[in-house]
């Protein structure tokens, strides 16, 4: 049986997923065998494993940082935000349903022989289960029936660091805060602090480092410096929702849907110096790009009507008749569509005109379509023709059937009409050569040169992992690390 470490949050997004990928791929580098381990999951970004099981995209990276395939085992429990009160429930990579907040919350406790039975699994066939948890353990309202911080910790008996990111401020009432609120014997349980993203000169933080062991009574296990890689995000808080990618020649507007998912489709674009990528939220904001993107979103016909309402619908079409290229993929191609109808209230119920850029139709079922996939563009016309015979990879995660009109974008559909193009495949820009050509056209059609490199997203990806996993290293006790995995509780 594995032994085990868990990685806990003061709050979300301070860094608990990245962390967890750079020890996965610190304990591979070390020779162990290792996997990571998320019990419950809610994000929308989510990825396709080979056989069909949809996880968190987080947990998916992870595995790639431990040089293994992504499996259902590594999340259980995913839950993907519908509404403002309810989600998809995703158990051992399937759909149960969708649930209200509160019928999920009095029925959590009933997944918990899911989580055991994959958490074994796992345990059985590595040496290591790097475990994430989620949020703040301290969320007093809920705690009675967690199955995801110090609940699981308990159940699998492991020892857990605290992490609190100190770039958000009041770092010291984070840790030692949420120490005061746990119990004696989850006190207990944690064995050491991490202070997470830390900018400027360390020595002046020394001082901070001392106060936090004499307070907590806990070993400072590290303070790891704000780490300038590229790695995806999955949360709703990413900072990159929020800020563009440094100017450049080329101009990418993402429309920032509401429910908007995958957003990691496009981080591949920012890898290319000179290329800009900027979220779109508000008609008045989106100027005059040199391409427009359509993301995923859990739901496609209240993101479709908000489209409308925002103004924004209206500007993208402006656009679009002005000759600037439009791509979507999943719910963003759906959109491009003239209608999307819900017959069987998969999302909402109901039907709502699309943008009409392409000449097809979506209407949902009850199945959900999960599969990764691979393929080429086929022989296409308009802006888009520069990709023609390209060959990519990626994942599709939908609901929703599109009847493609003759005009079929690649060997897996989709739909192309001038300067639209629109289909299911998640991570299509990831292959260097269907990147690449899109960015030597767009830079073309401003009538300059691009000189820069095209890079495959795996290779990249692999590159900035090793170089988190290396500055990770060199922050953390390492081997206070081993020891607190070794005595375990």
């Known amino acids: 049986m594995a032994k085990n470490i868990m990685l806990q949050g003061t709050m979300s997004n301070v860094g608990k997923s990245f962390l967890t990928a750079a020890l996965c791929r610190i304990f591979r580098q070390d020779g162990y065998s290792v996997a990571p381990f998320k019990s419950q999951n809610m994000a929308l970004n989510s990825f396709i494993t080979p056989d069909g099981a949809e996880i968190g995209r987080a947990q998916a990276l992870q595995a790639e940082a431990a040089g293994i395939e992504p499996s259902a085992l590594m999340n259980p429990i995913l839950l993907k935000p519908t509404t403002d009160v309810g989600s998809q429930v995703i158990v051992n990579g399937k759909v149960r ?16 022989p899911d989580i055991m039975s994959a958490y074994n699994e796992l345990a059985n066939s590595h040496d290591i289960i790097v475990i994430e948890g989620a949020g703040s353990p301290v969320e007093l309202n809920l705690k009675a029936d967690d199955i995801v911080n110090m609940g699981l910790a308990e159940l699998v008996k492991s020892p857990v660091l605290l992490v609190g990111d100190i770039d958000r401020g009041g770092v010291f009432a984070q840790l030692i805060g949420t120490l005061e609120l746990l119990e004696q014997h989850e006190r207990d349980m944690i064995k050491g602090l991490v202070v997470n993203k830390f900018r400027g000169d360390i020595s002046l933080f020394r001082d901070g480092i001392d106060i936090l062991g004499k307070r907590s009574g806990k070993p400072v296990a590290g303070v790891v410096p704000y780490v300038a890689c590229d790695i995806e995000d999955e949360d709703s808080l990413s900072e990159k929702l929020s800020a563009r990618s440094a100017d450049g020649d080329i101009d990418i507007a993402v429309i920032r849907l509401p429910k908007i998912s995958n957003f990691t489709d496009f981080d591949v674009f920012r890898q290319y110096s000179g290329v800009s990528v900027r979220y779109v939220a508000r008609a008045g904001e989106l100027g005059h790009p040199d391409m427009i993107i359509l993301p995923g979103t859990k739901s496609t016909i209240a993101d479709m009507e908000w489209l409308a309402e925002s103004g924004l619908a209206e500007a993208v079409k402006r656009s679009f008749s002005e000759g600037i290229p439009v791509f ?17 209230g998969s999302e909402c119920g109901g039907s709502v005109s699309g943008l009409g850029l392409l000449e097809c139709e979506t209407v949902f079922s009850t199945d959900k379509r999960q599969s990764q996939v691979s393929g080429r563009f086929r022989d296409i016309s308009g802006f888009f023709s520069c990709l023609s015979g390209a060959e990519f990879y990626g994942y599709e995660v939908h609901m929703g059937v599109t009847n493609s009109d003759p005009a079929e974008l690649t060997t897996c559909g989709g739909s192309f009409s001038k300067n639209a193009a629109g289909c299911y495949v998640h991570g299509i820009f990831d292959s260097a050569e269907v990147a690449g050509r899109l960015v030597k056209e767009l830079y073309k059609r401003r009538g300059l040169t691009y000189t820069g490199e095209s890079v495959d997203r795996r290779e990249y990806r692999e590159r900035q992992l090793d170089l988190l996993a ?13 020891r607190i995995i070794e005595e375990g509780v």
């Open 470 to 482: 290396d500055e990770v290293r060199k922050s953390l006790d390492m081997e206070l690390i081993y």
């Open 97 to 112: 349903g969708n649930m209200r907040a509160a019928d999920y919350f009095r029925h959590k406790k009933e997944l918990v």
């Open 328 to 344: 979507g993929i999943c719910g963003g191609y759906q959109m491009m569509g003239r209608i999307i109808s819900d017959p069987y």
